[in-house]
């Protein structure tokens, strides 16, 4: 095979790996920006049940004052029921302690519904709160290893530049320029071989004359249609 070839096929294996490294890098920051969405999110839902714990609270609280003031209330009206004199005074008096009564009742039974809630909600609010610590747990140990695949792909693609710069130095420049500019136009892949007689890059059907000259490999061929660099695969 042409020694131009052989140097050209490598370096494409080079930049192939090169651009695969990229990819994979280009996708870490989306992976880390979900993780912490999903953190975000699970600390919203642990601080909404944490604020709904504080309301009933502070509900709680504003129905045992106003059931201090409706015993007070009820307290007072029943101490003036010794002042009553008149027959339809007491009436109208005992109708305002039955009033009250019921509003004091009505306070009652809510402050007790109010009380049911608040010995679910703590539980609940640390459930949700121990949750949350494992989430958070995995979500950094999963942060991490993307931190550390990070720095094994920076590291991988230092090595390979590296590499891809000394095997560019062994092409002629005329082809490593050629090469380049296919590189760029063709999305990446500008030597390809050629595979049950057609060009693996575009798959268009070469006439046998092609497939032969490029078998023999004595000189740089193109395809004529995707104008990629051709080679017969070694296994062929
Ligand atoms: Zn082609």
């Known amino acids: 095979m042409n020694e131009q070839i052989r140097v050209l096929i490598a370096l494409q294996q080079k930049d192939t790996e090169i651009r695969r490294h990229k990819e994979e890098r280009a996708r870490l920051p989306k992976l880390l920006e979900q993780i912490h969405g999903t953190l975000r999110s699970a600390l919203a839902t642990l601080e909404e049940a ?19 003031i409706a015993a007070d209330h009820l307290r007072k009206l029943k101490e003036r029921t010794r002042e009553i004199k008149t027959n339809k005074e007491y009436l109208a008096h005992l109708a305002e302690i039955e009033a009250a009564q019921a509003s004091h009742k009505a306070l009652e039974d809510d402050l007790l ?3 049911e809630a608040l010995e679910e909600a703590p539980a609940a609010v640390a459930e949700r709160k121990r949750r949350f610590a494992e989430e958070e ?21 230092r090595q390979q530049e590296a590499g ?19 590189l760029q136009r063709s999305g990446g892949v500008a030597v390809v071989a050629i595979e049950r007689g057609s060009c693996v890059g575009c798959h268009m059907s070469l006439p046998p004359q092609s497939v032969n000259a490029v078998r023999a490999g004595d000189r740089v061929l193109t395809c ?8 017969w695969p ?3």
């Open 113 to 115: 519904g109010l009380m």
């Open 234 to 236: 070694q296994e062929n």
């Open 50 to 68: 944490q604020r709904d714990l504080e309301r009933l609270q502070q509900h709680k609280r504003a129905k045992e004052r106003d059931l201090e």
């Open 164 to 182: 891809r710069n000394s095997a560019a130095l062994q092409a002629d420049p005329g082809a490593l320029s050629h090469y380049e500019k296919l």
């Open 137 to 157: 747990t995995r979500l950094h140990q999963e942060e991490a290893r993307i931190r550390e695949a990070s720095a094994q792909i920076e590291e991988a693609l």
């Open 224 to 231: 004529p249609q995707c104008h990629r660099i051709l080679y």
